[in-house]
């Protein structure tokens, strides 16, 4: 079981910026697992669960197109928590964000409780 709390959701301006943060409750990228992972996902109102960003415990990272050159994820060196810098925001970008690790070489996943985003035009 992992436990996972995000923070830094808030209301912001188009063109603004936030930070969310994400802290899982044991280390993910000091797994055995180059698979295992940590992201980020959103959730619009009446839109399905797509992926942000998300980066491997090899190092790899994924972005959404639609969040490539203004999202950056990034983590920590004791490889417990993962951030999501998000600049230039626009009103598309609200949604609830929620962390995701996954671990056991993918076979096991957990979401933290989410954290809402709203960008006013």
């Not at 830094?8 to 993910?28: T, Y």
């Not at 959730?43 to 669960?49: E, L």
Request: aromatic content about 10%; proline content about 2%.
């Amino acid at each position: 079981q992992v436990q996972l709390v995000e923070s830094g959701g808030g209301l912001v301006q188009a063109g603004g910026s936030l930070r969310l943060s994400c802290v899982a409750d044991r280390s993910i990228f000091s797994s055995i697992y180059s698979s295992d992972a940590m992201g980020w996902y959103r959730q619009a109102p009446g839109k399905q669960r797509e992926m942000v960003a998300t980066m491997t415990n090899g190092g790899s990272t994924v972005y959404a197109d639609s969040v490539k050159g203004r999202f950056t994820i990034s983590r920590d060196n004791a490889g417990n928590s993962v951030y999501l810098q998000m600049n230039s925001l626009k009103p598309e970008d609200t949604a609830v964000y929620y962390c995701n690790a996954r671990i056991n070489g993918g076979l096991s996943s957990y979401w933290g409780q989410g954290t809402q985003v709203t960008v006013s035009s």
